[in-house]
């Protein structure tokens, strides 16, 4: 049987040019790259390289970029590494982000809180969007951080993060005071372009994950804009400028540079992300059309081009993604580290769905990878998984 994987929000698959640029740097180039010799210095002119990679594709100074072992380390990192000095020295800080963030950030935001930094917690729309002038509303003057996600990964709803940061920005100059502003980036890279001296000159911190742009699992970047001082989550060796102490993982920095070079010719390449949306666009229009009863949630919102979110009404999703997998198809019901959760998902009930709604939902999520034939396979299978279901109810 071919596998068809509608799950890239969940990880990408590792492109063979990645695979062959990180290959060497497990067997032949492995020194240390805080060593003098010519191995160890060898590994840190690779690591330099794909620091340069990672700052083209975001259009930042390389010096900016700290590398992570991933998203969650990136999440933590930022908030932590902004709100941790606050509580050391008893002064009152406040926080604010959604009630959409993916649970690195939502977890973190929790963690902070118990500890003392307040914290607004900001609902989205119906659409899944965040309303700049409502996080506006929220500022304080001892706001000190605002982390607001640039893409949604269940629903794939761009957020308006630049808006949202200029806002921001005005009131703490009017306030006389300084907030810094961090989004989550991971589901944008490679599907959007990051452009941070432009749209985003007023985002102060953002994190990528490799797995979410066909790197290997286990690498990330948080980027920190010049001036910016971030407290470190380890304390070991002054590695990444001293806020990421640990020898760096070579191979995955390497990957995950080939990975940004890859996805800065994507982005130049107007018809690559269009084909994507195209297909996206078919799956959704025609699921929606043949199956009763189907809904595409956030449909309204400008989303990234490779995802969709559909209710089957009168589905569980966990049993059609059980039924799907057992056709070939792999696609997911909600982010994948809450895969194994009873809970709803909490991004679909913060844009008041009910649990029962929100547990009929099942996220589809192609890959740069994905055919027009597997899309053609999937809309055979898929109609005909929900009417068996619905049959047994």
């Known amino acids: 049987m071919q596998r068809i994987y509608l799950d890239a929000n969940a990880t990408t698959p590792v492109l063979p040019e990645v695979v062959d640029a990180m290959r060497p740097f497990w067997t032949e180039t492995f020194g240390n790259p805080s060593s003098a010799h010519q191995s160890g210095q060898r590994t840190r002119s690779a690591v330099e390289h794909a620091r340069a990679s990672v700052a083209t594709l975001l259009h930042c100074v390389a010096k900016e970029v700290v590398f992570t072992s991933g998203g969650t380390e ?12 606050f509580l050391d020295s008893g002064e009152s800080a406040h926080l604010i982000t959604t009630q959409i ?3 690195a950030v939502l977890y973190a935001a929790e963690s902070l809180e118990r500890r003392g930094i307040e914290v607004t917690y900001i609902a989205p729309t119906r659409e899944g969007l965040i309303d700049p002038t ?11 951080l605002v982390s607001v996600m640039l893409a949604n990964n269940e629903t794939g709803a761009i957020q308006p993060v630049g808006k949202i940061a200029r806002l921001v920005k005005e009131f703490a100059e009017h306030h006389a005071t300084k907030i810094l502003v961090h989004t989550d980036a991971v589901q944008a890279a490679a599907k959007l372009p990051i452009d941070l001296p432009g749209e985003f000159k007023n985002v102060d911190l953002l994190s990528l994950s490799g797995h979410k742009m066909y790197a290997p699992q286990g690498t990330g ?16 060796g002054p590695h990444e400028r001293q806020r990421r102490a640990g020898t760096e993982n070579v191979p995955g920095i390497v990957a995950l540079g080939r990975a940004a070079e890859l996805a800065t010719q994507s982005l130049e390449d107007a018809s690559r992300i269009s084909n994507l949306a195209t297909l996206r666009d078919r ?4 699921l929606l059309a043949t199956i009763p009863n189907a809904h595409a949630n956030a449909a309204n919102s400008l989303r990234v081009p490779n ?12 049993s059609l993604l059980i039924a799907l997998d057992m056709q070939g198809i792999a696609a997911s019901f909600g982010a994948a580290c809450q895969s194994g959760a009873t809970e709803p998902s909490h991004v679909l009930l913060a844009m008041g769905l009910t649990p029962t709604e929100a547990r009929s939902s ?7 990878l994905t055919t027009a034939e597997e899309i053609d396979r999937a809309l055979e299978i898929i109609p005909a998984a929900v009417t068996r279901l619905r049959s047994l109810q």
């Open 221 to 236: 970047v948080l980027f920190v804009r010049k001036g910016v001082q971030l407290a470190p989550l380890f304390h070991g």
């Open 307 to 318: 995802t969709t979110n559909i209710r089957f009404d009168g589905i569980d999703a966990e």
């Open 74 to 85: 990136s999440d933590n990192l930022a908030l932590s590494g902004i709100l941790q000095p």
């Open 362 to 368: 099942l996220r589809l999520s192609l890959s740069r």
């Open 283 to 286: 799956l959704e229009t025609t």
């Open 101 to 103: 963030e993916h649970h």
């Open 134 to 144: 409502t996080v506006e509303a929220a500022l304080k003057p001892h706001t000190k």
